[in-house]
């Protein structure tokens, strides 16, 4: 998996990626014809997935010196960044 699909399925989607950026979808699909996120994007995507910029753009920020896997927060893992994907969700609760 590619960083720009990590930062996708962090979102939950390319549409909620998408609309958490303000951007339109057409432009996360420019970005997975070129094959990396714009330099430009790369912080506002750090910033909504909670994903490292060094997982995202290694080539900018020098690799990461943890497995991928530790660098999204905890908090964040399974969780959609777009608020309405996530009003089903029951806090509180051990299963």
């Known amino acids: 998996m590619n960083p720009l699909q990590i930062a996708i399925k962090a979102a939950g989607s390319q549409q909620a990626l998408a609309d958490a ?6 432009s996360i699909s420019g970005w997975k014809k070129v094959g990396r996120i714009p ?3 790369v912080l506002a995507v750090e910033a909504v997935t909670r994903i490292s910029r060094t997982v995202l753009r290694p080539d ?3 690799a990461p010196q943890l497995p991928a896997s ?3 927060a905890p908090d964040r ?5 777009h608020p309405k994907q996530n009003r089903n969700v029951r ?3 051990s299963s």
């Open 77 to 81: 893992k399974h969780r959609s960044v």
């Open 70 to 72: 530790s660098l999204v």
């Open 39 to 41: 330099a430009e994007r």
């Open 21 to 26: 950026l303000g951007i339109r979808s057409a």
């Open 60 to 62: 900018l920020y020098g």
């Open 91 to 93: 806090r509180g609760t």
